[in-house]
């Protein structure tokens, strides 16, 4: 049962379309054999009304979110730098026969919704006043779910946490560190080429150098970001969000600790480049992890060929009856159910969290009082009859803290193997620029 996935976090429309604006546009062949040409990576071209389209798109994002703008030759550069990048993973995602079906982009965009709060004709009217046609929004959102597998595929199947790393992680941090310390960061990098020579490092450092002490000066640490960094959050204005100081990337972690809101750091250097990070701004969060816990018991009858679903239903029911009556529901649990795992424990689910089982399941679960035996609901693994046992609150920060360590963990080394990977995907392209 529990095979349920977490939804990612809430994201704003905005936000949302900031992204998905990014991919390539649906710019009819006949068009593009009209259009210049402003860039050709690989044996793919990119045109100048594909460029202009999402730098016209951008500046308007940008605009809503209260980003000065910098010099309109500069924008171009940076959108049609991202625009690259994402030929590139969807020519690549293209070799692998990584693809996204109706069915997979139909639940992303469900999901969406509901991060937003919305119902679905909600979301697409949403969409709609933002200016996006919805089929453009479909396709822009099956390129990001075909570019997010190719990097499942290529970087994250390849990270490893170890339980040594996790026991030294919950050492280095305090428990204050680890929970209360929440901060929102502003990021910007001037990359460096795998293997850059002295002289390109030294013209690097040189860059960072003069952008920091603009910075320091008075320069809008958004705009210079948009205008300069090589970050994959540089459209953002260089934002990336809030995150608990646990989940800061560990090269600048130290820094950050000791910085105020509008602070500058120094440079910091890594494989990718120099880097370069404000405070935004920070705050504090409780340090204990309560989470509602429910045990329940349940019968699963499946539907088949053979058992239909008017069957397995009334099946159900008349097992609810028996139970009312007064027969044993584990006995039954053992006799009928089709969920083997829980069936040779009359049923018993054990203590299960909130967003452990699947939604349908769970909401069911949660609308009953306690001893009720709900009526028969389906599921993708059939139908079922549940029963509420016990409810609690359960304090489990310690298991939390080592699950959020493993995860704290793979998320960084996550984001510094994709930096890597795209500056090498970058590299190793035939990329003509033709601004």
Do not use: C
Not at 292 to 317: G, V, Y
């Amino acid at each position: 049962m529990n095979t349920h996935m977490p939804f990612p976090p809430r994201v704003t429309i905005s936000n949302l379309l900031l992204l998905i604006l990014l991919v390539l546009s649906s710019t009819p062949a006949w068009s593009k054999e009209l259009d210049r040409i402003v860039a050709i990576v690989n044996d793919h071209v990119i045109t100048e009304t594909e460029l202009t389209t999402k730098v016209n798109e951008i500046q308007a994002q940008l605009a809503r979110n209260q980003t000065s703008l910098p010099p309109a030759a500069v924008l171009r550069r940076q959108v049609l730098e991202r625009l690259i990048l994402t030929d590139l993973q969807l020519q690549l995602a293209a070799l692998n026969n990584i693809r996204a079906d109706d069915e997979m982009v139909n639940s992303a965009i469900e999901r969406i919704a509901q991060q937003n709060g919305m119902a679905y004709d909600q979301f697409v009217q949403a969409v709609a006043a933002d200016g996006i046609p919805f089929e453009v929004f479909r396709e822009d959102v099956r390129t990001q779910i075909v570019i997010n597998r190719l990097q499942q595929r290529q970087i994250a199947n390849d990270i490893v946490v170890t339980d040594d790393e996790i026991e030294r992680f919950l050492e280095a941090w305090t428990t204050d560190q680890f929970e209360k310390a929440e901060f929102r960061l502003g990021h910007i990098l001037i990359a460096l080429t795998e293997g850059a020579s002295p002289k390109e490092v030294k013209a690097g450092r040189k860059e960072a150098e003069d952008l920091r002490q603009e910075l320091i000066e008075g320069a809008d640490f958004k705009s210079t970001a948009v205008a300069h960094s090589d970050g994959q959050f540089a459209l953002e204005g260089g934002d990336l969000g809030w995150r608990r100081s646990s989940e800061i990337p560990s090269l600048f972690a130290t820094i950050v600790q000791e910085m105020t809101p509008g602070d500058i750091s120094p440079l910091i250097r890594s494989a990718s480049g120099f880097h370069i990070v404000t405070l935004l701004d920070a705050k504090v969060d409780t340090n204990r992890h309560l989470v509602k816990q429910t045990r329940a018991r349940h019968i699963l009858i499946e539907s088949d060929a053979i058992t239909s679903d008017q069957i397995a239903r009334t099946r159900l029911q008349q097992l609810r009856e028996r139970i009312e009556l007064g027969e044993d529901f584990a006995e039954l649990a053992k006799r009928y159910s089709a969920d083997k795992g829980s069936a040779t424990n009359g049923g018993d689910l054990g203590w299960v969290n909130e967003g452990d089982l699947v939604p349908t399941f769970e909401e069911q679960m949660n609308l009953l009082p306690i001893n009720e035996i709900s009526a028969p609901f389906r599921t993708q693994y059939g139908w079922h009859i549940v029963q509420i046992l016990e409810r609690r609150e359960q304090d489990n920060t310690e298991e939390y803290r080592r699950v959020r360590a493993a995860n704290i963990l793979r998320k960084q080394k996550y984001e510094e193997a994709l930096q890597a990977w795209l500056n090498n995907l970058r590299n190793e392209a035939y990329v003509e620029v033709r601004l």
